[in-house]
């Protein structure tokens, strides 16, 4: 049994993929990626004229006349923190490609919940872009460089090279999402201060690396005003690389203290006794297989608070119950081992 996941955290927080829940879901992580796409630390231009800021809706009254270097990355971080307050309860409050990347990676997360964040993710960051274009004075669509929130050559410091400015990334976004692992997903958790210390990890990175690379940390941040406002192409791949690999690499660095989640193949096979296309198909959904299940919208959080209920004969029995699969093979009928584990 993984015994090193709090089930109770915030960024493992998820629903059946049909259920009411997970469409609110869907529709927080579009908002909260809407209003916060721009929201990033971009340094001063070269020129010397202040930046315009891309902050919209509720960060339109928290950080737009913010400006300077000093200010910027505590805006943004409290920023992100709100965010996932807001977004905790309902969706996880995942708000970044490269987090819900990493976290399907591990196990903590399922392939199609992953993908559907992702896709809402990016098309929050451009819809956010968009409320930038028209909310700030002097943006327009198709502007280029030097829009809101853009990651492009303006944002980037003189002296930087791509090298650099892949690992600045490489290094800010694994920090991001180690904070998450650490406060969102293992053992202890940190309960409801999750999302300020997340927010706190954003303004460490932001002061330190935001005036080398602006700090994107968030794939979405830069696919949304590329979309837009067609700047940073010549940068665009090397940010997002850098986010993917850090979130590969945090997974990789907590799976080996730690272990993988519940629905990583690698876990599940062994914890639940699963055949392969069981912790699969488990991985892909998020749904434990039917014959563990004793309602319809269960998932593996629900599975492991009904094992742990369970005493250790019971729960060796329900384990080893045979699956619809295989009574299908047996042409309905129990094999050897199934009439064994029943009796």
Known sequence: ?????????????????????????????????CTSSSCCYTPPVKSGRPVKSGRVLIFSFLGTTVTDPVHGPWVNGLAL?????????????????????????????????SMLYIALQIVGSIFGSLLAAALVPGAHVGMGNGGPGCFDPTTVHQEMTNAQLF???????????????????????????TPLVVGLSLVACAGTGGKYTGAALNPARVIGPL????????????????????ALLACSIFAFVSGFGPLSPFTSMAAFQLRKTEALWMWITGNPPKRLREGGDEN?????????????????????????????????????DDVEAKE
């Open 1 to 33: 049994m993984p015994s090193a996941v709090d089930q109770e955290t915030v960024f493992s927080n998820y629903q059946a993929i049909a259920s009411r829940t997970f469409s609110v879901s869907l529709i927080v992580e579009f908002i909260d990626d």
């Open 81 to 113: 923190a709100i965010c996932i307050y807001m977004a905790a309860n309902i969706s996880g409050g995942h708000l970044n490609p490269a987090v819900t990347m990493s976290t399907l990676l591990c196990g903590f997360y399922p392939l199609l919940h």
């Open 167 to 193: 690992g600045w990334e490489v290094v800010m976004t694994f920090t991001l999402i180690s904070v998450v692992y650490a406060c969102g997903v293992a053992k202890p958790g940190h309960g409801s201060f």
């Open 227 to 246: 979309a837009v406002f067609g700047c940073g192409k010549e940068l665009a791949w090397i940010y997002i690389l850098a986010e993917l690999l850090a």
């Open 300 to 336: 593996v959080t629900d599975l492991l608070s009904h094992l742990q209920n369970m005493g250790a004969n019971a729960r060796s029995a329900f384990l080893s119950a045979p699956s619809k699969l295989t009574s299908t093979f047996t042409g309905g009928k129990d094999t050897s």
